[in-house]
Each structure stands twice: as structure tokens, then as C-alpha cells.
């Protein structure tokens, strides 16, 4: 599995809104950013990032660009998921899920299905 780089916070929620949108341009972005709207400079620039880091890639027509996803969005969640639980809970699945419960994260009812769908995967 080839290491993704990691997204700021910036970068990932603009992230999430290209995956969201697909094909895009940077004011199709902004567009769905909550008033007020964060300047096209900044976003223009968090975009250029995210395509240095192999994240998008775009598609010139004229002096207009439109940026598409490289990277799935199940991918990075995967990448990511994987990553928090090898470097806050040493790997270890259980210790991640008792997290959860003490911090009244989960309820009985979503570990009881979790345990339905583990059932239904080893069968």
C-alpha cells in the first residue's frame, strides 16, 4: 500500500467537497462553503496543494480549471482509519472500540450490529 501524504484540516475539508462534487472548479468549491465565503485566492491555493500531493488533478479549458478526485474517498478513510488505529492504539481493534465506549462514542445497539455484521462476514 503506497503512504498517502497527509491532509491539513484545510485540505481535507476541501477535499471532502470535491469528492462530494466530483468535477469541479474552485468556485463550484466555494460555493458550498457556509456564509462567509472564504476568499477564491485561498481556496485556489489549498487546491494547488492537494494536487502537488497527487490528491486531484485538473483539466484546463482556457484559462479555467477543473479538478477532479485521483484519490477515492473510501480510499483515504481506509488509509486514514488504518493509520489512527496503528499510531494511537498500538493496532489493536479492541482498544480502539473500548475507546469508543468510554467515551460514549458508541451505543449497545451499533456494537450489536457491528457484531452481526462480523458474523455474517465469517460465515
Known amino acids: 500500500m503506497v503512504k498517502l501524504k497527509s491532509l491539513t484540516k484545510a485540505e481535507e475539508e476541501i477535499m471532502q467537497y470535491i469528492w462530494l462534487l466530483g468535477r469541479c472548479t474552485v468556485s463550484n468549491i466555494i460555493e458550498q462553503f457556509p456564509s462567509p465565503k ?3 485566492s485561498s481556496i485556489s ?3 494547488r496543494i492537494l ?3 497527487g490528491f486531484v488533478d485538473h483539466k484546463a479549458y482556457g484559462r479555467t480549471y477543473e ?3 485521483l484519490i477515492q474517498k473510501d480510499d483515504y478513510s481506509r488509509r486514514s482509519l488504518l493509520s489512527l488505529l496503528k499510531d494511537y492504539f498500538d493496532g ?4 480502539l472500540v473500548s475507546y469508543l465506549v468510554e467515551e460514549d462514542a458508541t451505543t449497545i ?3 450489536q450490529d457491528l457484531i452481526k455484521k462480523l458474523k455474517k462476514k465469517t460465515t
Open 51 to 53: 494536487e502537488k500531493k
Open 109 to 111: 445497539e451499533e456494537l
Open 67 to 69: 479538478y477532479f478526485p
Open 38 to 40: 472564504p476568499p477564491h
Open 45 to 47: 491555493s489549498v487546491v
Open 92 to 95: 489493536s481493534t479492541p482498544q
